[in-house]
């Protein structure tokens, strides 16, 4: 009887959201209701865009991501959130730090929600002693983890960005830019690093190398908006590749938005700037055995291709090695688990992270290859109801209900 609910609703949803069929919110009513411009970007774009005063249970979430890669191939990830899991209201301070052998050692810490303050002008997330916080526009920022309130794990360094920033069109997918959204933001699309970091024990090295910044938001719980999303990035013989590729849940129409990015840290020149289906192919590789045996289903997809129109191509791999596998079962709306439908549909939310070989080839057919990494998220991972997911996905690749919906 749910399931059939879930159906009715989904063809509303449908309804509505063939308006965004590219994935990204991208009318000029769109800009103007945001107040952004075409390709212009501005400080305050990586300010807080939630509203900063608001009660525990809050339905918004918005975090501030930042990853590295040195020299000597030592990973850290770094990222302040204002609640998570989402709905919590507790701010979270996360450091992840993958020797160059491949072993990650950190730490995910929440906090009160008195410890968070927040800027709109700018970004400057702070929780406890720890920030994010930009100290030149858009160009440059300082980041900092305090090993005293992160059980030893610590990060100060200096993000200068290489390239200007950059979103698809507003960089909202979703139903409506005051309906249900998530957001995005590349604020620093790559940037070079410089500092320290430090391990437990108060052993503390420098960090030189090549970073990343983005910023996203929302004010709906994200399983209840996408299904799934891949999501990779890399630098291949100087130049920064960026590809996504969301899937959008029964709720939001199944909504599906490619979006690619490549441009040229020397030059500055941006050689692809592309979102939606129109635009971009994607072609998902075969599955591959997941490496974690903890894994709810036996594989995952092999990689992921993304075209653009100009005949620029980018292959992302999965495979190895694995940098992150977790168990997302705190994120499953809390409204699926009252009504039971997380255990009859046997929920398994999944978040995966390898370090990638990314391959670039270019519009006359050279192709040349590098590092990154590529996640895949599975916010609504479905296990045993096989039914279901073979439902969504003939909807999803334009089966019954959008052939509905389109009338
Ligand atoms: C927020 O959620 C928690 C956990 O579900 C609950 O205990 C608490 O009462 C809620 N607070 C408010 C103000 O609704
Ligand atoms: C962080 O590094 C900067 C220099 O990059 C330095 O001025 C500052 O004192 C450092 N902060 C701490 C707490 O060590
Ligand atoms: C193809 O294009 C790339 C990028 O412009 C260039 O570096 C390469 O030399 C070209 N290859 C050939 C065979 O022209």
Partial sequence: ????????????????????????LDKDLDYLLLGLKKNKYEVWEDGRRTPIQYGPNATFFEWWYFDAVADDGTTIVFGIYTADPYGTNRPVVNIQITNPDGKTVGLQQPFPFSAGSWEKSHANARVGANYFRSTGGLDTYQLYCDPASMNGFGLNVTLKANLPSWRPATGYSGLSVAAAYFAWFVAVPEGGVTGTFT???????????????????????????????????????????????????????????????????DTKKILVSEYGNDNIDVTLSPPIPHPDPLYPRKTIGGGIKFTSSSGYAVMMNSGSPLLDSRDYSNTIPGILAIIGLDKLLDLHPWYTRFASQPTLKYPNGTTTSGVGTLEYYELVCIHSFVDFQIFTRLMADGGVLRFVARG
């Fill in 199 to 265: 391990l437990p024990g108060g052993i503390q090295k420098s960090f030189k190398g090549t970073g990343y910044h983005d910023h996203n938001w929302g004010d709906v719980n994200l399983a209840l908006l996408l299904s799934h999303w891949w999501w990779g990035r890399g630098k291949a013989n100087g130049k920064v590749l960026i590809g996504a590729y969301l899937t959008g849940s029964v709720f939001s129409g199944y909504l599906k938005g490619p979006l690619m990015y490549i441009a040229d840290v």
């Fill in 1 to 24: 009887m749910v399931v059939v609910a879930l159906w009715l609703v989904s063809l509303l949803a449908i309804a509505i959201v063939n308006t965004a069929a590219q994935g990204v």
